[in-house]
């Protein structure tokens, strides 16, 4: 569940998610928590033809699963933890969504600068067997290679990406020419970096939907209570409350697990999440000096560090703080600080200060509690809790601890068939190899796309489609029938916005109308990568309110209330000051 929506709109209006939902509020199974895994589970089990709910009390994927690294990696590091399982799994999974979801998971060549041949050997056994951070230092050559050996190991079957090599001082900097002249080695390897994950996660809704009416689901629907059998919601638009029932209860609230146990009456302590930051820089130095791959390492105090090319932008992180989930999760100035000192440390003649920041963010990881465990020898591992719901005698729960987004897909096929054994089901379909969204079908390579938008562009025009293709993946054709469908004259409906040409005012149209799209701020923060990117200027905000009013019907005052939201959540969570003035509602798209 999301923290991610600071104050309330409360429309006229009735959504039809939510009252799809009271009309039938029986299911066999409700999942509480719209984040990733809660989503794959949910298209998992409507796969399987159960009669499913999913309610989320913000936006999809706008809690934790809207603050990660965006990649999709099998966590080289974690075979110093021992977590071989978890590696193997993950180090899998990155392979299978390079193949299920090409439209949004790409290759990413991972380099790690290394300045010493032998140090870190007589700690790691160390840090293995305590699990304590102590004094780190940095990894030498030697535990680097045996580390990367280990990680090839497990790509052996069914692996798409290179195995990792080594190179000298020479050859590391005729390739990154601005690293720290001291380099003494390079080794890359491949990982994955997932360019839009909110809309990975969408199209994952939509898969579930696709499956036919027994899958419902509703956004900004918070759970908060137990009556007996049954779940007491909330409908966070309006403020109604109302009641659903199931045989299974699934709690997939991400850090927030222990918080709605709470609300249901359940005293749990299964999490102990941290807090990672990240900052997006416009740094077109930065951007040519990471040569279109990401550079990776541990910094000495322990912390895992990243610097890579995304949409445009450079991506650096990570933090691994201690964080309490009734608090909200923000980038500090003293994160950003140290985002600058890690740059400096690898790249020392790159210039990078606070007017370059476009976008920062913040989240809590799904951690299981640690005691004194160091935080980043904290498990990424995962576990499935079963319980009572609540005071019932009748219905049983499942809580996952843990998760993250490289291993949704077969974290969400091990808590299915948790469940599919609780109704006495067994599974009938296999997401093994089942294409997400816009995945399917999609071309992947250059003839394969110019076929492609051969038979989709007639009415758009290649470059046009190309463009759609790359956003949408092959969902680009729905998008293309809705601008189609809306003007007699596709190539005028379609005319690029006056500040965004990138957009235009039928595509915002399906965004707000067929994206389950609620908020102003669903539309610049996950439907679109326009304000990650630092697009979101006034300008922008302005002309995208008006669109987003239009394609809705939103009164005057909804419009106010909808941009004061939003404009208000971009400052607090992710530094974007703009102002919420008033604005009239011109033009309709339906």
Partial sequence: MSTSQTGQVNPADVRSEVEAIRANPRAQVVIIGGGINGIGTFRDLALQGVDVILVERGDYASGASSASSHMIHGGVRYLENGEFRLVRESVQERNRLLRLAPHYVKPLPTTIP??????????????????????????????????????????????????????????????????????????????????????????????????????????????????????????????????????????????????????FGETTHYMGGTKGSHIVLDNPELYEACAGGEVFFENNDGRIVLIYPLNGRVLVGTTDLEADPREPALCTEEEVDYFFKLVDHVFPTITVDRPQIVYRYSGIRPLPGHGDTAPGFVSRDYRIEQTSFGTSKTVKQLSLVGGKWTTFRALSEHLSNDTLALLGLERTVSTTDLAIGGGVGYPQTPAAVANWVKAHG?????????????????????????????????????????????????????????????????????????????????????????????????????????????????????????EAKHMTVTGTVN
């Fill in 114 to 263: 290394i300045f010493s041949t032998f140090s870190g050997i007589l700690s790691a056994p160390l840090r293995f067997l305590t699990h304590k951070q102590g004094k780190a230092k940095e990894r030498g050559a030697l535990l680097i290679k045996v580390g990367l050996m280990g990680y090839d190991s497990f790509s052996r079957d069914g692996g798409n990406v290179p195995r990792h090599k080594f190179v000298g001082r020479k050859k590391s900097l005729q390739k990154l020419p601005k690293l720290r002249p001291d380099v003494k080695y390079t080794a890359t390897y491949y990982d994955a970096a997932v360019e839009n994950p909110e809309r990975l996660a969408l199209d994952l809704v939509q898969d579930a939907l696709a499956t036919g009416p027994k899958a419902r689901t509703a956004n900004y629907v918070e759970a908060i209570g137990a009556n007996g059998d049954a779940v007491v919601l909330r409908d966070v638009v309006s403020g109604a409350t109302f009641e659903v029932t199931a045989d299974v209860v699934i709690n997939t609230s991400g850090p927030w697990t222990d918080l709605t146990n709470e609300a």
């Fill in 458 to 578: 007639a009415d758009l025009g290649e470059e046009r489609t190309r463009t759609l293709l790359a956003r949408y993946g092959t969902k680009a054709s729905a998008v293309i029938d809705y601008i189609v469908a809306h003007d007699d004259d596709a190539a005028e409906t379609d005319a690029p916005l006056a500040t965004l040409p990138g957009y235009s005012t039928a595509e915002i149209a399906y965004l707000m109308t067929r994206e389950h799209t609620v908020h102003l701020s669903d539309l610049v923060l996950r439907r679109s990568i326009i304000a990650f990117v630092g697009a979101l200027t006034q300008a922008v905000f302005d002309e995208l309110s008006t669109l987003a009013a239009a394609a809705q019907g939103w009164s005057a005052d909804r419009l106010d209330a909808e941009r004061e939201q939003a404009a208000e959540n971009l400052r607090f969570f992710h530094d974007i000051v703009l």
